[in-house]
């Protein structure tokens, strides 16, 4: 009977050892799939990363938006017409001048709402260049593999019990990392939805920004651009980062602070990916 309990203990301890390798061997593996898939995704614009719906919010924009943005640039330009006049001391202090710099802001501001796409993928490739520039750098530390020489030597030393534990803490860690994998799913697409359907409506504030009254709207709008524009290189940083802290705890001795600190990591790293978002829009001045 005795040797029937070592043979079932035997054959369970050989399960928990195999569960804990399998656990281990996979996890960094799914850790570099995801963070590359950033490093690729937050490279794109809105173009590139996806044609066809950047092609619908476009022609939206142009045959619904722009119309209202006309109406709301000729009410702007005879808003600034009739305040360049009077500002004269009432017209008794009259100027012909006045005429030529109105008709120059509307040929800026019509330049300008003409133009609309091309401004806002300006914005998006100048950042574009800017991920790309820097994930050459940063592509190189996303590579991280286990390297726990003695993992088989503490395998081997610890006792069902001790193994059935470590079991259970690799497979915390495993559910954590498919939790990131969810965060950054939401976060990469949910940055993107965002970007067009701010981008949908852009004709309407660009038709602000010659007046200095209401041209606040078209700056503060161009600030919330730039803002969802480099909240990308802020992700690329914040990938970068983690990568490094994992790299540290890949050579740790000690199994379970290996687990629990690539667990503290990866939840640490899930908070900063939701934070770029208000983290870009506070450096850009954006409300």
């Given at each position: 009977m005795a040797g029937l309990f070592d043979s079932v203990a035997e054959w369970f301890r050989g399960l928990l050892v195999e569960g804990i390798k399998g656990n281990f061997s996979g996890m960094f593996n799914e850790v570099n799939q995801k963070t590359g898939e950033i490093a690729s995704q937050v490279g794109q614009t809105p173009l590139g990363w996806n044609a066809d719906i950047f092609n619908l919010v476009r022609n939206l924009s142009e045959t619904v938006v722009i119309p209202i943005a006309g109406v709301v640039l000729t009410f702007v330009l005879c808003y600034e017409l009739i305040n360049m006049v009077i500002e004269r001391n009432n017209m008794h202090d009259f100027d012909t001048f006045v005429f030529f710099k109105w008709i120059f802001k509307t040929f800026v501001a019509v330049y300008i709402l003409t133009h609309t796409f091309d401004i806002v993928m300006g914005i998006f490739e100048l950042a574009q260049n800017l991920i790309n520039n820097s994930s050459g750098i940063i592509r190189g530390n996303l590579d991280m593999n286990l390297t726990m020489s003695n993992l088989d030597n503490e395998l081997t030393a610890m006792r069902n019990g001790e193994l059935l534990g470590l079991y259970i803490e690799s497979m915390i860690l495993s559910f954590a990392m498919k939790a990131m994998s969810l965060c950054?799913?939401?976060?990469?697409?949910?940055?993107?939805?965002?970007?067009?359907?701010?981008?949908?409506?852009?004709?309407?504030?660009?038709?602000?920004?010659?007046?200095?009254?209401?041209?606040?709207?078209?700056?503060?709008?161009?600030?919330?651009l730039f803002a969802l524009a480099f909240q990308g290189f802020l992700i690329m940083v914040c990938v970068a980062i983690y990568a490094i802290l994992l790299q540290g705890i890949t050579t740790e001795s000690n199994?379970?602070?290996?687990?629990?600190?690539?667990?503290g990591y990866t939840v640490l790293l899930c908070f900063m990916l939701f934070k770029c978002g208000s983290i870009s829009k506070s450096i850009f001045g954006s409300h």
């Open positions: 950054i799913f939401i976060i990469i697409y949910g940055r993107m939805l965002e970007i067009y359907l701010t981008v949908s409506i852009a004709p309407i504030p660009f038709s602000t920004m010659i007046n200095r009254e209401w041209g606040s709207i078209g700056n503060g709008f161009l600030k919330a199994i379970h602070i290996a687990i629990w600190s690539c667990a």
